[in-house]
């Protein structure tokens, strides 16, 4: 029996590479399979990994229909036994149900990818409906960490390594921005409310330099720092 399947985690815990993975392992078993995307980091059309997997894939936008692709890929021949849907947060509410529609009435599995919260901690419409619908939903087991070492469970979003929490839901950046652009970074809960980023972390912790003056000033006290 077809079903919809959601793979839910932060960012850098592998979901696009487990998407490339399974479209792999599918087709190496002679099933058909289609692979869709949204604004993903490395341009449109594309499924990228920060692994270096990349793989060409349909550019999903606001007027792509789901139930309309396999019907047409179907009426021209093509089996279509499976869809991967990555970058699955930024699909609309109703192209979720159109997915949902495709498995149970054309018994296609459908295997979404993507993020459940925004850089505000607050759920995307795709991300929310795909929790709603699927059949399955799996947090992936790969753990992204805070710069603190905790597991990683927020995404934030930066500028210049200071966290901001006000913008548009929807702005494509990457881990590694450079001075005066949006970039993203996992946070634990508790950093992501402190608003501490690795930058900042830096920027307010003591430093080795501050640690031998303090030795310093000890020595000139006739006694040593603790």
């Known amino acids: 029996m077809a079903e919809l399947v959601f793979f839910s985690g ?29 604004q993903d980091r490395a341009g449109n059309a594309t499924i990228s990994s920060r692994l270096g997997l990349q793989r060409r894939a349909d550019e999903v936008d606001d007027t ?12 021209r021949g093509r089996p279509v036994d499976y869809l ?34 925004d850089f505000r901690a607050r759920l995307f419409p795709g991300s929310a409906r795909l929790v709603e619908l699927a059949d399955r939903v799996e947090v992936l087991q790969v ?14 979003r930066t500028l210049d390594g200071v966290m901001v929490v006000e913008g548009d839901q929807v702005v494509v950046g ?20 402190r608003r ?5 972390a830096r920027a307010t912790g003591p430093s080795a330099q501050t ?16």
């Open 211 to 226: 640690l031998l003056f303090d030795d310093e000033a000890g020595d000139r006290r006739g006694g040593t720092a603790p």
């Open 143 to 156: 753990r992204a960490l805070c710069w603190c070492g905790a597991r990683a469970t927020h995404n934030a």
């Open 10 to 38: 932060t960012m850098d815990c592998g979901k696009s590479t487990l998407a490339l993975q399974m479209h792999h392992n599918h087709a190496a078993r002679g099933r058909d399979g289609v692979l869709f995307t949204r």
């Open 196 to 200: 501490m980023t690795a930058r900042v």
């Open 84 to 117: 991967i849907a990555d970058e699955a947060q930024f699909y609309t509410a109703v192209q979720v149900e159109q997915l949902a529609r495709v498995v149970d009435e054309l018994s296609v599995d459908v295997y979404a990818f993507g993020i459940t919260t």
């Open 174 to 193: 990457d881990v590694a921005g450079g001075a005066g652009e949006v970039a993203y970074e996992v946070l634990c809960r508790r950093h992501h409310v």
């Open 64 to 75: 792509t229909d789901f139930w309309a692709e396999v019907v047409t890929r179907r009426t």
